[in-house]
């Protein structure tokens, strides 16, 4: 064969080649555009799984006063409201709000809110848009901004210690507990079994960071709180790894941290543990 044609064949071979790879790479960048607008538009059946929570209650519990407040024309949000149970009538309580997981509703928190109030504390549990008896849908903004709404009905309460709120945030409650402490003031900060950021998870689920729409940046609020905090976490969370509660004290300028056994949705393994790290943070913290 001249070496004119064996030239030219073998051109022929290299653009064919580069043809070849460029309607792959085209074809991949396609199923990747698919997969991230997919994960875009299902992100909140993650990040808030109403449909897989036990239907709540009708209404609240005998000696458990329901709150409401209206987020949006129309639509309302609730919580309740748990007195202490040890304490005199007579002074003003100090108070604990408390945030819960994603896949919980203040209906199933009394029990684990309980040791707060027999430390004298008044809890007050609040429930997230869409959940449980509450109209509208759930997302970072409306939650945070309902949150607030609460935290100044408590606040303006006569029988309730404005200056010892506390905000008490569980799993994606943590966020909203962030999320609260970083626009109202508050004696003290909990995080349990939450996480630096939801958009941390994101390129797990094989995304950019920025396609999260509630990316709850607990990190961002932690490095600049300057009040009291604990954080708790249970160290065989397979859920929410330990490595972001040791994130979190690390990106926090003073706090407790208390790592203790327990998985994320049998935490903790020791209740006297758990209360235990409480009292100490309390104690240490005048509160």
């Given at each position: 064969?001249?070496?004119?044609?064996?030239?030219?064949s073998s051109?022929?071979?290299?653009?064919?080649?580069?043809?070849?790879?460029?309607?792959?790479a085209?074809?991949?960048a396609?199923?990747?555009?698919?997969?991230?607008?997919?994960?875009?538009?299902?992100?909140?059946?993650?990040i808030?799984?109403?449909g897989?929570?036990?239907?709540?209650?009708?209404?609240?519990?005998?000696?458990?006063e329901s709150i409401?407040?209206?987020?949006e024309?129309g639509?309302?949000?609730e919580?309740?409201l748990?007195?202490p149970?040890?304490?005199?009538?007579?002074?003003?309580?100090?108070?604990?709000?408390?945030?819960?997981?994603?896949a919980?509703?203040?209906?199933?928190?009394?029990?684990?809110?309980q040791g707060?109030?027999?430390?004298?504390?008044?809890?007050?549990?609040?429930?997230?848009?869409g959940y449980g008896?509450?109209?509208?849908r759930p997302g970072?903004a409306?939650?945070?901004?309902?949150?607030?709404?609460f935290?100044?009905a408590?606040?303006?309460?006569?029988e309730i210690?404005?200056?010892k709120?506390?905000i008490?945030?569980?799993?994606?409650?943590?966020?909203?507990?962030?999320?609260?402490?970083?626009?109202?003031?508050?004696?003290g900060?909990?995080?349990?079994?939450?996480f630096t950021?939801?958009?941390?998870?994101?390129?797990?689920?094989?995304?950019?960071?920025?396609?999260?729409?509630?990316?709850?940046?607990?990190?961002?609020v932690?490095?600049?709180?300057?009040?009291?905090l604990?954080i708790?976490?249970g160290?065989?969370d397979?859920i929410i790894?330990?490595?972001?509660?040791?994130?979190?004290?690390?990106?926090a300028?003073?706090?407790?941290?208390?790592e203790?056994?327990?998985?994320?949705?049998n935490?903790?393994?020791?209740?006297?543990?758990?209360?235990?790290?409480?009292?100490?943070?309390?104690?240490?913290?005048?509160?």
């Amino acid at each position: 064969m001249p070496a004119s044609e064996r030239t030219d064949s073998s051109s022929s071979g290299r653009s064919d080649g580069w043809r070849r790879t460029r309607r792959y790479a085209a074809f991949a960048a396609i199923i990747y555009a698919v997969w991230c607008i997919a994960v875009f538009s299902i992100q909140e059946k993650f990040i808030f799984p109403i449909g897989l929570i036990a239907p709540a209650s009708k209404q609240a519990p005998r000696g458990v006063e329901s709150i409401w407040v209206e987020s949006e024309p129309g639509v309302k949000v609730e919580a309740w409201l748990l007195p202490p149970t040890t304490g005199t009538r007579a002074e003003k309580a100090p108070a604990v709000i408390y945030c819960h997981g994603n896949a919980e509703l203040i209906d199933h928190c009394v029990e684990r809110v309980q040791g707060w109030r027999e430390r004298g504390f008044a809890v007050m549990l609040i429930e997230y848009r869409g959940y449980g008896r509450s109209g509208g849908r759930p997302g970072q903004a409306g939650i945070a901004a309902d949150a607030i709404r609460f935290y100044d009905a408590l606040a303006n309460r006569p029988e309730i210690d404005s200056g010892k709120i506390l905000i008490h945030g569980r799993s994606l409650g943590g966020g909203v507990a962030c999320q609260l402490a970083a626009a109202r003031p508050c004696a003290g900060l909990v995080l349990e079994s939450t996480f630096t950021s939801v958009a941390s998870f994101a390129w797990s689920m094989g995304v950019p960071p920025f396609l999260v729409k509630h990316p709850f940046r607990n990190d961002a609020v932690v490095s600049q709180f300057k009040r009291p905090l604990l954080i708790l976490h249970g160290d065989r969370d397979e859920i929410i790894s330990v490595k972001h509660g040791r994130k979190l004290k690390d990106l926090a300028g003073a706090s407790m941290y208390a790592e203790m056994g327990g998985d994320h949705n049998n935490f903790p393994d020791s209740w006297e543990d758990y209360w235990g790290a409480v009292d100490v943070f309390l104690r240490v913290n005048g509160l």
